[in-house]
């Protein structure tokens, strides 16, 4: 598919994610959607008259060709769904982008990716645990990915290139422009040795609404997030929500039960939308990075496997290759998903698999 066409399905007015998947599936490439015919068109499910007429103008097609333009001149990453590049953690999410625009380094499909977020009003208290938490996670090559916004964002970001970790940005607008201004130097680093990622093409202004819709790339990108300090409303929360929504963990540190900006931690904690992690060691042990238990449960597999039945030795087998979902590994081994989770929920108490965010399982 060309890169234009890809580009100017973004830019279909009335076409949303969802929808834009929709019309490629039944199309069967950016390219077919466009020389599609108005017959054609209104066959599929969903397409109506007003998207069939956004379709047939030649405005998508003109303004993909100007973004093109920029893109290139900028050297920016166009990522399409269906590309190897594209971050599979979120093309697992429903609503996931079509299309992102990437300005830097870093692979998108890292094996280890969190999300820290938290108010735009940092405490002292918030600035030291993301300095705690980015000092900790260094050596376990983790990417962290972030909102670049006032506060928690930032002072993530800033940890993360004080102490090497790969850092993204998310942005709520185009990569044309930077808000807050007062983070470009933060964020021509981030660029080095990280990056700066959006859905939104040029032209495109911070708009209030735009930073709901990017959260859903933060939350949906990573394998957990993490929730340093937040008021009851606000973005933390909406992500943390989102993050749930996706089945994906979320964490988050407790503060004081008088704390205006430890009071939307307590609630996700206290409303079991969070797991409660007082330290950096917490999330590395619930996430299962630890080396020392990590060999200490591959010792415990090598014992068991000889005790293990025909479809969950096929289960090992599969995992053995690298992670893969549930509905990926009952296409592997052949086996329905329903009798496919009594063997998955074995060997798990077996200590031989364990769990990953979004029914994704590896060899433990």
Same mark, same amino acid.
């Given at each position: ?44 499910? /969903? ?8 379709? *047939? ?38 609503? #996931? ?240 998903? #329903? ?16 769990? *990953?965010? /979004? ?6």
């Amino acid at each position: 598919m060309s890169t234009l066409h890809k580009i100017a399905l973004t830019f279909i007015k009335s076409v949303g994610p969802v929808s834009a998947k929709n019309l490629l599936a039944y199309c069967g490439s950016a390219e077919a959607i466009f020389s599609a015919t108005r017959k054609q068109l209104l066959q599929i499910p /969903g397409i109506g008259e007003k998207t069939v007429e956004a379709i *047939l103008k030649t405005d998508a097609l003109k303004r993909a060709g100007e973004e093109l333009l920029f893109v290139e001149k900028h050297g920016i990453d166009v990522l399409f769904f269906s590309d190897e590049q594209y971050p599979k953690r979120l093309k697992n999410c429903f609503d #996931s982008p079509i299309l992102l625009y990437f300005n830097g380094e870093a692979d998108l499909n890292r094996q280890r990716i969190i999300s820290i977020v938290g108010t735009r009003n940092a405490t002292e208290y918030g600035r030291n645990l993301c300095k705690q938490l980015c000092q900790v996670l260094a050596p376990y090559n983790v990417l962290i990915v972030s909102g670049l916004a006032y506060g928690i964002d930032v002072a993530t970001h800033k940890e993360c290139i004080a102490n090497d970790i790969t850092t993204v940005g998310v942005l709520g607008h185009g990569l044309d422009r930077l808000y807050p201004q007062v983070h470009k130097p933060v964020s021509q680093k981030m660029v080095l040795n990280g990056g700066l990622l959006s859905e939104f093409p040029t032209l495109t202004n911070p708009d209030r609404q735009n930073f709901p819709q990017r959260n859903r790339i933060i939350a949906g990108i990573a394998d957990a997030t993490i929730v340093v300090e937040a008021s009851i409303k606000g973005g933390a929360l909406i992500t943390a929500e989102i993050a749930n929504s996706y089945n994906k963990d979320v964490y988050a540190f407790p503060g004081r039960t008088n704390d205006v900006f430890s009071e939307g931690c307590n609630f996700l904690i206290k409303t079991n939308r969070a797991g409660l992690i007082n330290n950096a060691n917490d999330l590395i042990y619930y996430l299962g990075w630890d080396d020392e238990v990590k060999e200490k449960k591959k010792h415990s597999q090598t014992t068991l496997q000889i005790n293990l039945t025909t479809n969950e030795q096929k289960v090992v087998e599969a995992l053995q290759k690298g992670q893969l979902a549930i509905d990926e590994l009952a296409v592997e081994i052949n086996v329905q998903q #329903s009798k496919l989770a009594i063997v998955i929920l074995t060997l798990e108490m077996q200590g031989i698999i364990v769990s *990953l965010p /979004g029914k994704v399982y590896k060899l433990a």
